[in-house]
């Protein structure tokens, strides 16, 4: 197994996180599984509104803590957003998980995954976000080598 590898960039607004996530839109290809972790209101649903907005999608994004996924379409992908927070290990979603992962015109984004890690592939895009202030957030990505063209012009 390879060190994953590391970038970081301090977001200062919902607004430059939003657009943060537009750019990695723009990267995307379809099979992705992105890893959102940070605390309640860090900043992942925020950047899943860009992400979504990215991929030129209309639709309204929402945290499903209460839903446990949703559903957002766009012109070329299924962005497939979980929120495991309510569920301390993922029982019969990890079915879902898994079918929705293998799909190679989707992409899986999943918040609160630490009881969902044995379903997750290790070939993922994690991104945690700390906060620096009280709209401020330190997002540091892990990938692996594989997942690189996903950071690319993410610095601009």
Known sequence: MTTPKTWHITSTSPNQT????????????GGEVIELISDLGGGKTTFVRGLVRGLDSTDTVNSPTFKISNVYRSPTLVINHFDLYRLPEPGLVSYELSEVMADDQSVTLIEWAEGATKVLPKKRLTIKFEPTSEHGRQITFYYPIDLTYLIKGLEE
């Open 18 to 29: 939003e657009s943060l996530a537009a750019k990695l839109a723009g990267n995307l290809k």
